[in-house]
Structures are given as C-alpha cells and as structure tokens.
C-alpha cells in the first residue's frame, strides 16, 4: 500500500516552498569553496547581525540545555514597548513563517477562503491549501503594487485571511497610507486582514498599520527578524495584534516555538536600531548601483522599495544556472509566475560589485 494512498491528498498535491539554493549544496554543485560564493537569493542582510545581538547568543550559548521561556516573555515585553502596545498584543513565532501558517491553522478549513496578490509571497497559497482551504489571487495593478480595492471586491462570506505585502516580495512595490485607509473603511468585519511587513524598514514611506491593532480592528501586522536586523538563521518573527488573535497564535504554536538564541538576539537587536539604519543605508546604495548598471545596460527594472530588485533578463531561468555556476546565487522567479526575470538581494558593495560583474558576462552586456 502506498503511503500517499493514506495522507491527506490536498497535502499529497502541495507544491513545496522553494528557498535560494544555499551555499553549501552550490559550493559541492560547482567545485568552489563556499566562501567564494555569493549568494544574494533570499533577501537576507549582507552586513550580518547586530554585533549585540551576536554577543547576546553567545552568552545565552551556555544556557541552551534548558528550554527557553516558552512565552517568550521578555521578548514580547520588549516588542510592546518598541511598538507602543500592549504585550497582551504579541505573539512571536519561529520566523514570521509560522506566524503566517499558525493563521491558516486558526482561520482556514475547508470551504474557507484567503486571498493575496498575485504576485506576493507563495507561503500564503501553501498555508492555506495545507488547510484544504480556497486560496484566491487578484492581479496586480499595471505599476505592480498591490490592488486593494481588487482584492476587496474579491471578499465572500467565505473569506478569513488577506494577506497584504507591503513592501510586497517579489516586486519589490508598496501601497500607501491612503490606500490602506480606503481599504480599512471598507472590509468587512468576518476578514482578518495579514499585513505582512518583512520588508517595511527599507520602505521610504512606512504606512502606519498599527494604529488599526491599537483600535482593536481585526488586523495583524506581522515583522521579521530576518531582513533588515539580519537574524533570517536565528528564526524570529512577531505578530502585532489584538489580544483575542494574540491568544488564539499562543494556543496554536508549539510549545518552545522561539528558541533560546532566537529570543536572545532579537531582544539585543531591538536595542540597536542604528544597525538597522547601517542595514538601510547598504541596501539604498546598493539599489542605486543596480539601477545605474540597468539603466545603462536598457534592461527593464522595478523600482523597490526593498533590499532586493526585480529585473527582466529574458530566459530568467537560463540566466539564474549561468550565474550560479560563476558562484553568484540569484533568484529564478518561475515559482512567482515570473520566468522572464530574476530577484537580486542587495548586498555589500562588494557583492553587487561581483553580482553586476557576472551579470555583464551573462548577458553580454559591458561591464
Ligand atoms: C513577504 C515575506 N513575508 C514573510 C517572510 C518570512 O520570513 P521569516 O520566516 O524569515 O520571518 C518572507 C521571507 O522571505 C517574506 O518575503
């Protein structure tokens, strides 16, 4: 008898998640010693950590043969005081990850409906099909960004969950306050609405969403440890809630969800915003140096808002394999429904150096 005769078949049809190719398997793949691979494929910060919250995993280290504060409670405390909430209103995750899928647990069945971007994360449809639920996306306007009154119109009875990106991956684009405004006039009281905001530190102009979890609207606004502190390896994520939503995360989690490191670097790192601001001040310089090399090269970008950027190469995939075997890891974007194009993190000057340098090589393009 097969196993997969016996397992739930809408598990059986998943497509799984598929992350940047680590370096390692690259390094073996290629014959190069991993340090001389660069990989800008999964929108992780090049600058590393906050020096602070490497040395806070290094002293919590010696304590990891007992389990962490299963309620993370001091990193919620810190969180509600860098935010302006109540702790009552956290939940923290095992990356914002969880946090998205610990959603579907709580509000999708079958006969339930999300609803996302065409063009947003993929985790959303993969949470919501593990569920056996209706994941709907609704095109993106002709500048990218999401369509917020597109995305209302698509709202049933059946609907739970919208998940709005902002900035949205992989695009790189964003909705203003306005629009989120008009949007929150108008949704119905039975949708939650997930603003997913992994990348609203690199944003010019950061909407303010939490107003929304501070008039105890049915809203979660999810944050990342992973982008712009630099901790995507430590797995932390936080959801800024109501205390109902909060406490329907806790019961849904498992029991130690935020390991002890995990816990211990993100509350050092949220007392070091000026690494932050260094990470920033990277990606913006970054960006300008990939918008001069597109611009003088004719081929198409879209502006981001964030520390990766999308650009059409033609044969995305094609370029993707030409580029990893000269030891540069990109994003292919078939997965997106983007064949045409590839994601590039920002990194180090360094790195984009070597990045756009490959790139001209590949593309025939002057370096
Ligand atoms: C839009 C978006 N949300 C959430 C995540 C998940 O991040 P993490 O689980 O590392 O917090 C990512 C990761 O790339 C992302 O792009």
């Not at 005081?81 to 647990?105: C, K, P, R, W, Y």
């Not at 756009?356 to 393009?365: D, H, R, T």
Request: glycine content about 8%; some cysteine; charged content about 20%.
């Amino acid at each position: 008898m097969s196993i997969l005769s016996l397992a739930n078949p809408y598990v059986c049809e998943l497509v799984a998640y598929r992350p940047g190719k680590p370096i390692e398997e690259t390094a073996r793949e290629i014959g190069m010693k991993p340090a001389d691979i660069v990989k800008l494929a999964s929108n992780e910060n090049s600058l590393g950590a906050s020096p602070r919250a490497v040395r806070a995993m290094q002293e919590a280290a010696s304590g990891v043969h007992i389990y962490p504060d299963g309620a993370s409670y001091a990193l919620r405390c810190k969180l509600a005081e860098t935010f302006g909430l109540d702790v009552a209103q956290t939940a923290v995750g095992n990356g914002s990850s969880e946090l998205i899928e610990l959603m579907a647990h709580i509000f999708v069945r079958p006969g339930i409906e999300t609803i996302a971007a065409d063009y947003s994360f993929t985790l959303y449809a993969i949470v919501t099909r593990l569920l056996n639920g209706t994941y709907k996306s609704v095109p993106n306007k002709a500048d990218w960004s999401h369509d917020l009154q597109g995305m209302l119109a698509a709202i049933t009875p059946q609907t739970r969950l919208v998940f709005i990106t902002n900035p949205t991956n992989p695009v790189g684009t964003m909705v203003g306050q306005a629009e989120i405004d008009a949007y929150m006039a108008a949704v119905p009281e039975h949708v939650i609405t997930v603003f997913d905001e992994a990348y609203i530190d690199f944003a010019e102009e950061q909407p303010d969403t939490l107003r929304y979890v501070r008039e105890g609207r049915p809203v979660v606004v999810l944050r990342t440890f992973s982008k712009a502190y630099g901790l995507a390896g430590a797995r932390v994520g936080a959801a800024l809630t109501t205390p109902e939503i909060a406490e329907l995360l806790h019961k849904a989690r498992s029991p130690f969800n935020v390991n002890l490191l995990g816990q211990a670097a993100a509350l050092a790192a949220l007392d070091d915003p000026e690494h932050v601001a260094r990470s920033v001040a990277m990606v913006n310089a970054g960006r300008r140096q990939y918008e001069q090399a597109f611009r003088a090269w004719g081929i198409p970008y879209i502006p981001s808002q964030t520390n990766f950027i999308l650009v059409q190469v033609g044969q995305g995939k094609a370029v993707f394999d030409a580029c990893l075997r000269r030891g540069v890891i990109l994003r292919p974007m078939d997965a997106y429904g983007l064949p045409e194009y590839i994601r590039i993190t920002i990194g180090t000057e360094t790195e984009n150096k070597r990045c756009l340098a490959v790139l001209a090589e590949v593309l025939g393009k002057q370096k």
